[in-house]
């Protein structure tokens, strides 16, 4: 349902968000071309490295700090911001003020 209105284009693409009990998953997406242009998440080698003994909200911050980093280099500042049905707190909301802190505008 959120997605019916929400569509990433080249000059703005859609940040998408997947949680699972685990882990934690990003992808920006442009939908004109059917591209994803930057993602991460828990399971990259250079971000699992440093998440032994964090709880999964610093996870999540340190993903969306990642994302912004390697959306940023891509030449991306601004994406839509979807959240796949999840609620906006706990992990979601983390992720997101941190790639806001890192530069990305929403």
């Known amino acids: 349902h959120i997605r019916k209105n929400m ?5 703005k ?3 998408s968000i997947n949680r699972s ?14 591209a994803t242009l930057a993602s991460a998440s828990t399971l990259d080698k250079d971000i699992k490295a440093s998440l032994e003994g964090k709880s ?8 969306g700090e990642a994302i912004a980093k390697r959306a940023l280099a891509a030449n991306i500042n ?3 911001f979807d959240r796949n049905g999840f ?3 706990g992990r979601i ?9 890192g530069g ?3």
């Open 7 to 11: 569509f990433g284009t080249q000059e």
């Open 13 to 15: 693409p859609r940040l």
């Open 21 to 34: 009990l685990q882990h934690i998953y990003v992808q920006i997406i442009d939908d004109n071309s059917q």
């Open 56 to 63: 999964k909200k610093e996870q999540s911050k340190l993903v």
């Open 78 to 80: 601004t994406v839509c």
């Open 87 to 89: 609620l906006y707190h």
């Open 93 to 101: 909301k983390e992720l997101a003020d941190a790639a806001r802190k």
């Open 104 to 106: 990305l505008k929403f």
